[in-house]
């Protein structure tokens, strides 16, 4: 005879969900964004492999163009050979209180513009440099976004003492390629880099938003597009 389970039994049986604020971003810099940036925070070494303070991240969607075949009185959706997919995506990060962030990013754009003397760019690369098999898709000039969301139940937030991936409560920064899903963008460049906001009215935390382009991605099914 089966069992009736009530309704509270079956939310609590119904298993955990993922959660929205469980990610973390990591940002791959090129060195010369940094030997450029001339980064100014006390006892920081430039390094660059960076984990930062963005407020969210909504993966760019990828979906196939349609269009309407219509026959007497009915009408379907057939799909055309071309993807609609933008490859640029939008971050928005919180300011450090030396302004080091908004340095990065403003070097990291005059690789292709520079607002301030009107000069851009509209190769990638270094001149004359000379890339792996002659592809300019392996070049030091591009960096790399990963996004890493957790994808397993937590269990035990008292016992949170290892990394191993799925068992146990998180614990900052714990999050690796084991217990995680996962975006990675390719050949990445600033396109373009928001400014601070200054008022006498409030004190708010200062934000930017920063507009990335980017080449290869590779979804967390494996997929590179």
């Known amino acids: 005879m089966p069992v009736n389970k009530s309704p509270v039994t079956a939310l609590l049986g119904a298993g955990a969900d993922a959660m929205s604020n469980l990610y973390d971003m990591n940002l791959t810099v090129p060195q010369w ?45 057939r799909v055309k050979t071309q993807l609609d997919f933008k490859r640029r995506t939008e971050v928005e990060f919180r300011l450090d209180s030396v302004y080091d962030l908004y340095r ?22 270094f001149e004359g440099e000379d890339v792996p098999g002659g592809d300019i898709a392996n070049s030091d000039w591009f960096g790399l976004l990963e996004i890493l ?7 035990d937030a008292g016992n949170a003492t290892n990394n191993d991936g799925a068992s146990q409560g998180l614990g900052v920064g714990d999050l690796n390629t ?48």
């Open 178 to 225: 084991t217990n995680s899903i996962a975006w990675a963008y390719k050949q990445l460049f600033v396109i373009e880099v928001g400014e601070p906001k200054f008022s006498t009215e409030n004190a708010d935390l200062q934000t930017i938003k920063v507009v990335f382009g980017f080449g290869e991605v590779t979804d967390p099914q494996g997929n590179d597009l």
């Open 33 to 77: 964004v940094l030997d450029r940036a001339q980064l100014s925070a006390p006892g920081a070494e430039p390094t660059t492999q960076l984990q930062l303070r963005a407020k969210g991240f909504t993966p760019p969607e990828i979906k196939p163009q349609t269009y309407e075949v219509k026959f007497k009185s009915v009408a379907i959706e």
């Open 104 to 125: 990065l990013f403003k070097a990291w754009q005059s690789g292709v513009a520079v607002g301030a003397s009107g000069a851009v760019a509209n190769a990638f690369g």
């Open 149 to 155: 969301a957790q994808a397993t139940p937590l269990y």
